[in-house]
């Protein structure tokens, strides 16, 4: 089985400056989400058609061929752009448009199947719409059969009256498809080459043509508006809420857990509310996430806790408790059993097992060992208004609180640092550093003054 998907539209209803197809639901691209489906349905090979924004589609999307549509004169005229393609094809081929984010590999697979058991030249999958507005609609013959399919821009208003619309998804005999694709025309309201045309000159010679309804109409959306991406969104966000809970993972509100599709949860985590959970980001188990979490990007091993906090591109070992407060920026490794309280930051920052930062650091691109105490209000000190510096700290280092460590700067291990100081030389091991002023008292001070 071979695929052609459509995505070379202007995207004009988006209003966007992004090509409609890499608008993102559940985090990845709408094109993405038919891509993979299409793979998953057992697709050998996806042709994708492109040709607004074509560029940025290239960029983010591999594992493809592309055709290049030059002028967006129809979705006709989008598939004959993959002609040379399938030269020398046989057998089926379906086509997708890439704004059907939620169809499934197999919803695919199923069509499929019926089209090549039924012997068909051509089959089209259609839905029951409640509000069909925008859809082309889908004319059948008294008996029932297919007759044709007609563009609401296109329709009378007996036509637009119909509530089974053209989903946009089609499997047909390649050979037959581009056979009758050269003779399709564009004297219609848009002056387009429509696709769904192909179907009724088919059927004019005498060719047999399905049409089958979806069970859930959910799954064939397309998304021409902001409006239906926001729809889109919700459903799926739904389906990977029902996905993650159903493999054993607690969600205490689904309405307020916003999950990406591709992120993986261990079983026996619980996500509290307020919670987002984006891009690759997975999660072990027996972890608590949340309330009012967001992890970009992240892997978090198991029995992890955090609150009220916001990771993005790094690792969090095992058994670790985060937060409430706490910013983890990219680059960051933190090690098991780890402890990171009130309002602290680490950025490209490697922090050993069991060390503790209870409250109020700053620790960026740092090198920190094992079993470390850091007093509160300690701060790396890694930028001198030019260039970005590493500070070492060794094993059971203790850091006073409200110190600097001017890097670059190394703390051997064992180390202690007084209460205070600003360290800009290397403390040796199992050393104590003080370095602030001594302090001086002055008896009798006040009363000299009056
Ligand atoms: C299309 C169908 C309509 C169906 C609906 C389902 C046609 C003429 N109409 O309408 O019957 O109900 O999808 O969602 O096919 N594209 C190109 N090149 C072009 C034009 C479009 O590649 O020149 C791509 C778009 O990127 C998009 C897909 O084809 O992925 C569909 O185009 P769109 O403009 O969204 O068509 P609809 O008006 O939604
Ligand atoms: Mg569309």
Redesign the pocket.
């Known amino acids: 089985m071979e695929t052609i998907?459509?995505?070379?539209?202007?995207?004009?209803?988006m209003k966007s400056n992004l090509?409609?197809?890499l608008h993102k639901v559940c985090g990845k691209p709408m094109?993405l989400h038919v891509i993979d489906a299409a793979k998953a349905a057992g697709s050998s090979r996806e042709v994708v058609?492109?040709?607004?924004g074509a560029e940025l589609v290239r960029e983010k999307i591999s594992g493809v061929e592309f055709a290049v549509?030059t002028?967006?004169?129809?979705?006709?005229?989008?598939v004959l752009?993959a002609k040379e393609n399938f030269k020398n094809s046989t057998g089926s081929v379906i086509i997708l448009?890439?704004?059907?984010p939620l169809v499934t590999g197999e919803l695919i697979k199923n069509f499929v199947e019926l089209h090549e058991k039924s012997k068909l030249s051509a089959t089209v999958l259609t839905a029951e719409l409640e509000n069909a507005d925008?859809?082309?609609?889908v004319i059948r013959e008294s008996d029932g059969t297919f007759k044709k399919?007609v563009?609401?821009k296109d329709a009378t208003e007996e036509e637009r009256k119909i509530r089974e619309?053209?989903?946009?998804i089609y499997c047909f005999d390649v050979r037959k498809l581009f056979d009758a694709l050269a003779e399709v025309k564009n004297e219609n309201a848009?002056g387009?080459?429509?696709?769904?045309?192909v179907l009724s000159i088919l059927k004019s010679r005498g060719e047999k043509i399905g049409a089958i309804v979806v069970e859930d109409e959910n799954l064939?959306?397309?998304?021409?508006s902001r409006v239906q991406l926001a729809a889109a969104e919700k459903i799926l966000r739904q389906k990977k809420n029902i996905e993650v809970m159903e493999n054993g993972v607690t969600i205490i509100d689904p309405a307020s857990t916003f999950i990406d599709s591709e992120v993986k949860i261990g079983r026996d985590t619980i996500i509290y509310p307020g919670t987002y959970l984006e891009g690759k980001t997975t999660i072990g188990e027996n972890c608590e996430i949340g309330p009012n979490t967001r992890l970009v990007d992240m892997k978090v091993g198991n029995g992890v806790q955090m609150q009220f906090s916001y990771c993005h591109e790094s690792e969090i070992c095992d058994d670790v408790i985060l937060g409430p407060y706490v910013h983890i920026r990219p680059g960051s490794k933190i090690s098991r059993k780890v402890k990171i309280g009130n309002f602290v930051e680490v950025k490209n920052s490697n922090i050993g097992e069991g060390s503790k930062l209870p409250h109020l650091q700053y620790i960026g691109d740092c090198d920190m060992g094992s079993g470390v105490n850091m007093g509160c209000g300690t701060i790396t000190v890694n930028y001198d208004g030019k260039k970005k510096f590493r500070t070492v700290i060794g094993d059971n280092v203790f850091v006073g609180c409200n110190s600097n460590l001017v890097a670059p700067v190394e703390v051997e291990n064992g180390a202690y640092i007084a209460a205070g100081s600003t360290i800009t030389d290397k403390v040796p091991e199992n050393n104590l550093a003080i370095a602030r002023a001594r302090q001086v008292n002055k008896p009798d001070w006040k009363d000299k003054r009056d």
């Open positions: 998907i459509l995505a070379a539209g202007k995207g004009t209803r090509p409609k197809v094109l058609v492109i040709g607004s549509q002028e967006q004169l129809g979705t006709g005229h989008a752009s448009c890439g704004d059907t925008g859809y082309g609609r399919i563009e609401h619309v053209n989903t946009g848009q387009e080459y429509y696709l769904p045309d064939t959306i397309g998304i021409n």
